[in-house]
């Protein structure tokens, strides 16, 4: 236990035969329980685990009955410390990339009442940019910032990191049926723990690559990929937090943004064939898109600033 706080580490594990059993030893004799999912993995994961259970009490196997994705996989894990009674979860990777030195530091925002959730910040570390594949890098930036937008945790970055904790409050509200099961799972994770407006905070880490990890992600696709997935949960948090639980109005702002946006294309079209083809713009034409254009810019820019504010007691 931890400050009379029962303490669980979930671990969703797929193919990490030859990593877990390290993971698994690094962890700190303050955690009650290690919750391995194996999500039905094509190697020996689970016998690996379940050999070390005979000396281990702490260690619990779960298994999935088919792949559920790392999303999935972290579902069953959380399901067992709701029915558990744990007041503190933390998700771990069994792929060795994460410092069990750190679950410390994870844990004890949330076990002093600050937070409710607290999360491994890998790009604040000096030596980020050395250590991480620049691909990686770059496309982690890139995600952290749309993941501000669609989250409403603007004080939060490094959002593809998976070292997690969370607290009792926030973990039997989130349902987590409801959870995006693959990659984009972090990121998913946010936005709907800002629909429930649960304290988050950043844990600054250092990044561990080539430990022996093996990983199936496609940065270049996963990009695309989690990128649709913040944009459609974007709409989703504005309805469930600004219209179905309370009302704010920015989201008046945020459609009139918009709305002119899309009618600026096609005044941008029709400015455009009427340059090429009779060489001649039309002014009204083109006030009218610039207008569109200014007008949608500057109401989006209003509406990112009032849910900035609307979320800064979150940090």
Same mark, same amino acid.
């Given at each position: 236990m931890y400050q009379n706080k029962l303490v669980a580490i979930v671990i969703p594990s797929y193919n990490e035969a030859k990593n877990?059993?390290?993971? +698994? !030893? *690094? +962890?700190?004799?303050?955690?009650? /329980?290690? %919750? %391995? %999912?194996?999500?039905?993995? @094509?190697?020996n994961t689970a016998e690996v685990v379940r050999n070390l259970s005979n000396d281990n009490k702490r260690l619990v196997l779960l298994q999935n009955s088919k792949n559920l994705g790392c999303g999935g996989a972290l579902a069953t894990g959380y399901k067992w410390a709701i029915e558990n009674n744990i007041d503190i979860a933390v998700r771990m990777d069994g792929d060795g990339q994460m410092d069990a030195n750190d679950i410390e530091r994870l844990v004890v925002p949330i076990a002093m009442g600050e937070v409710d959730y607290t999360k491994a910040n890998r790009l604040f570390s000096g030596e980020a940019y050395e250590k991480i594949p620049k691909v990686r890098f770059y496309g982690n930036a890139i995600l952290s910032l749309l993941t501000k937008i669609a989250s409403g945790y603007? /004080? +939060?970055?490094? !959002?593809? !990191? *998976?070292? !997690?904790? +969370? *607290? @009792? =409050?926030?973990? =039997?509200? %989130? &349902?987590?049926? @409801?959870?995006?099961?693959?990659?984009? &799972?972090? &990121?998913?994770v946010l936005i709907l723990l800002n629909i429930f407006n649960f304290r988050v905070r950043d844990v600054i880490t250092q990044p561990i690559y080539n430990v022996g990890e093996k990983s199936t992600m496609r940065v270049r696709k996963v990009v695309f990929t989690i990128s649709w997935l913040l944009i459609k949960r974007f709409f989703y948090r504005l309805r469930e937090k600004y219209i179905i639980r309370d009302f704010h109005p920015l989201v008046f702002f945020y459609f009139f943004g918009f709305l002119l946006q899309l009618l600026s294309i096609p005044l941008f079209i029709r400015y455009i064939y009427y340059w090429i083809e009779y060489d001649h713009i039309p002014k009204v034409n083109f006030l009218a898109w610039m207008f569109a254009v200014i007008m949608g810019v500057q109401f989006i820019l209003f509406a990112m600033w009032f849910d900035m504010d609307s979320n800064k007691h979150l940090r």
């Open positions: 877990i059993a390290s993971v +698994i !030893s *690094g +962890i700190p004799t303050f955690v009650d /329980h290690i %919750v %391995v %999912v194996d999500d039905a993995s @094509k190697d603007w /004080h +939060i970055a490094d !959002s593809q !990191s *998976g070292f !997690s904790a +969370i *607290g @009792k =409050q926030a973990l =039997q509200t %989130v &349902n987590w049926d @409801k959870m995006y099961k693959r990659y984009g &799972n972090p &990121n998913d």
